[in-house]
């Protein structure tokens, strides 16, 4: 069992214009991760649009994702997207066979219609009963069709069943994270901040990460914070405000922005999206200049953390 802890990008998907996998443009995007310094990848997730692929798209894509890591760090996946419970079976036992190091589970659609714990469970303990049991699993607080943050009782459960190895904390509280690290103490749970407005303060707080959209644009600035901050403060606080801010640009057009960013930095041939359509360049005023200032803003903490 590998510890998945650390900056964990959730990867982006590149397609074709004609909208299939780029599959030459996702291992240059796999090497450009590594090269970052990142610790492991979140592949098949919200960012990689996996809503909006087939089963046998999502299965390929972790697939490829594990054979050109080829080991060097951990690879988690979910796809898992679907409500009704045998396809939920169907689709989790594929990506089980990918080889990846944890299987993630989305908490919304383990409770579709946000009935409460009794429903959580039940679903939950039928997906337990079906997974190989040396699999590591995941949990993530995916909140596309809706948030769905599991209660304390429920996070206590999972964390000492001793088959789920992280949590994608997407509370974006920082009494929420600090709470639940400390309720995971002792057992295998890797609680991972998403929200980049708290990355630093959670860290501080134990979260063992950051696995926020973010990590799509400059994961060595999250990497730094998590490897070298707590020995630099002053300079850690002063980069998370400008991670945080930088992070604002979500909401203009993500994952469609951060296509734009790799096209520019050459990962890219294309930045087509099946999730968004828009030209966003054109919907969202400034955002040329907004990406424009976040490249340059990267590359002068780059050169200050090298000092």
Sequence with gaps: MKTINGIVPVMLTPFTADEQ????????????YLEKGVDALFAVCQSSEMQFLSLQERVE?????????????????????????AAQKEELLAMAQTNIDALVLVTNHLDPRNEGSETFFATLNTLLDT????LPLGLYECPAPYRRLLTDDEFSWCANSGRFVVL???SCDLPTVERRVKL???TPLNVINANAAIAWPAILAGSQGFSGVFTNFHPELYSWLWHHGKTQRELADELAIFLSLGAVTETLGYPKNAKIYHQRLGTFDDV????????????????????????????????????
């Design 168 to 170: 994608k904390d997407v």
């Design 21 to 32: 996998i780029d599959y030459p443009a996702l291992a240059k995007l796999i090497d450009w």
């Design 184 to 186: 995971a103490q002792g």
């Design 61 to 85: 894509l972790a697939r490829f994702v594990v054979q050109h890591v080829d080991g060097r760090i951990p690879v988690i996946a979910s796809g898992h997207i679907s409500d009704d419970i």
């Design 272 to 307: 087509t999206c099946r999730v968004n359509k828009d030209d966003v360049l054109t919907k969202f005023w400034g955002l040329t200049v907004i990406l424009d200032q976040i490249r340059a803003g990267t590359e002068l903490w780059q050169t200050r953390l090298a000092r």
């Design 131 to 134: 997974l190989p049991k040396e």
